[in-house]
């Protein structure tokens, strides 16, 4: 008997978060099992990698393949179908048959991670970034009934705000603030997205999709006016549970 793989589809994957995670929870929960980078350019490649790999069970999807993955599979999720990513893929072979089957697992981590933070004043939020990961956060902002406004550089089909059209009143209105741009990552560590942070109060709460470095200059100019702060590396092992489970269910 093969031992049961699982893995990661993007490109280039480097320092992969996954498979550190994956490698710990197998060893600390006596599975017996293995995680692999599958470091491949083309989304294309997908179900080859199925067909070379048969006791391959799943695997997560990370940049740039989100999307690209999707009209390869047999089925989505109502959920990855309505936000428009799929990070995680389920193989199930029956008669010799490969289907494929794809989820979106990180609007559950943002969501469960989000959920304990909010209060009653947190009735609209600012999503800056309109990338993949804006997605997921606005499916699970609409699952809880935030109601929610885009925020970037350039005006897109998301009808959204620019940075410099935010003003005190947009920040008062809007008393949780979302960032799922890259800006702040190791190791621009130095950079945060351009808001007005003279305007943030303590009935704010910032929440940063980065987790490398633990606290990005977005969560401290937060913490300097009293506002609530959280990265997102809470959402990131959410994220991987809600994978493994969704792989492991009959």
């Not at 391959?56 to 428009?84: C, E, F, W, Y």
């Not at 009808?159 to 410099?164: A, K, P, S, T, V």
């Not at 401290?220 to 492991?248: D, P, Y």
Request: glycine share 6%; aromatic share 10%; proline share 6%.
């Amino acid at each position: 008997m093969h031992q049961t793989l699982y893995g990661l589809l993007g490109h280039p994957l480097g320092h992969s978060f996954s498979a550190q995670y994956f490698a710990a929870k197998f060893q600390r929960e006596h599975i017996n099992a293995e995680y692999l980078n599958f470091d491949f350019a083309e989304a294309s490649l997908v179900r080859q990698l199925f067909t070379d790999h048969p006791n391959l069970r799943g695997i997560n999807v990370t940049i740039p393949h989100k999307q690209a993955v999707m009209p390869l599979l047999d089925k989505l999720s109502d959920d990855a179908r309505a936000i428009g990513a799929v990070n995680v893929i389920k193989a199930m072979r029956t008669n010799g048959k490969l289907w494929l089957c794809g989820y979106n697992s990180d609007f559950v981590g943002f969501l469960q991670s989000l959920q304990p933070l909010l209060q009653s004043h947190h009735q609209s939020a600012l999503v800056l970034g309109t990338g993949g990961a804006s997605r997921a956060v606005a499916y699970a902002l609409k699952q809880l009934g935030i109601e929610t406004h885009f925020v970037s550089r350039s005006r897109g089909a998301y009808n959204n705000i620019l940075y410099n059209e935010l003003t005190p009143h947009t920040l008062a209105a809007h008393l949780l603030i979302v960032n799922t741009t890259p800006l702040g990552m190791f190791p621009n560590t130095d950079n945060c997205p351009p808001i007005p942070y003279e305007c943030l109060t303590p009935q704010h709460l910032l929440y940063d999709l980065v987790y490398n470095p633990e606290q990005t200059l977005f969560m401290k100019k937060g913490l300097e006016a009293g506002s609530t702060v959280k990265n997102g590396l809470e959402m990131l092992h959410l994220q991987a549970e809600e994978a493994w489970r969704i792989w492991n269910e009959p």
